[in-house]
């Protein structure tokens, strides 16, 4: 099974409440596991928080200001929706900009509204918001960085480079209808979570800037719902955060899933190290 194939079917499993253990299932869990095993300690944290409350979604919702005249804002800045005009590609940017603490929301884009170029990011106040033709404008320029949905390229100044950087060059990657993005601020770092796997940093180099959530479309009635998860400030880690992190490190993804059956721990403690 390819890794494509691989990680789009942790989904089914986890959708599959009656599913029995088998060893695909056990596979599965080992990949997740070595991909937990990159995770950044402070995005484990931030996960294990509570979402903030619906008021602070709204309030890192989509501007209603800054956006392509050819998108309408919904749901108090929680969707929008790109009208249906031809040779244009259009943007939405965030109401809030970050420059600094750990950032995630949920992108919620269904697969079939992306058309050719589906593009979601970050940028600049000063990133264009609106050009004519279609293309992937969203990490075209200095001012943004942005991962293709339907190449699995991240472009900044038309620079490329292959993400989840583990693809060859022949597969294709699925991404699914709602998947996240982390924005660390104070590591200048950006990446993704898709089924619950972090795919690892996808650009850096961001540190001392001011950067907003973006998307750019071409599909015409298409809706791009974002959900504000959470955020961490850079607080120092806890001592059992630090323990675990460079366990992961000493041990090494690839021997990780060992821990299991080499080490003679709890398994409480076990599941804490590798999940």
Not at 37 to 49: E, K, N, T, Y
Not at 193 to 204: E, H, M, N, R, T
Request: some cysteine; proline content about 4%.
């Amino acid at each position: 099974m390819d890794l494509h194939s691989f990680v789009r079917s942790i989904r089914t499993n986890h959708n599959n409440n009656n599913s029995k253990t088998n060893t695909s299932g056990n596979s599965q869990r080992e990949f997740v596991s070595q991909c937990h095993a990159d995770r950044p300690a402070r995005l484990d944290r931030l996960l294990q928080q509570e979402s903030v409350t619906a008021e602070v979604q709204v309030l890192n919702s989509w501007s209603l200001v800054h956006k392509s005249p050819h998108i309408n804002i919904r749901n108090e800045g929680l969707v929008g929706k790109r009208r249906p005009v031809a040779k244009s590609t259009d943007c939405m940017r965030g109401r809030v900009g970050y420059t600094h603490g750990l950032h995630v929301w949920t992108i919620k884009w269904p697969a079939d509204c992306r058309g050719t170029h589906a593009m979601v990011g970050v940028a600049t106040e000063a990133a264009p918001l609106h050009t004519t033709g279609y293309c992937s404008l969203v990490g075209s320029n200095e001012e943004s960085w942005g991962w293709d949905l339907v190449r699995n390229k991240c472009y900044h100044n038309l620079n490329e480079q292959t993400y989840p950087n583990w693809l060859t060059s022949n597969e294709i990657f699925d991404i699914p209808d709602e998947f996240m993005v982390v924005l660390d601020m104070d590591d200048g770092t950006l990446g993704f979570i898709v089924d619950q796997i972090y795919l690892g940093v996808a650009f850096d180099g961001l540190k001392g800037k001011k950067l907003f959530p973006v998307i750019s479309t071409v599909w015409g009635n298409g809706e791009i719902g974002i959900k504000y998860e959470s955020c961490l400030e850079p607080n120092p880690l806890l001592l059992r955060e630090c323990c675990r992190q460079v366990i992961r490190k000493s041990v090494g993804k690839q021997r990780i899933n060992r821990i299991r059956s080499e080490i003679v721990l709890p398994n409480k403690l076990k599941n804490y190290i590798i999940q």
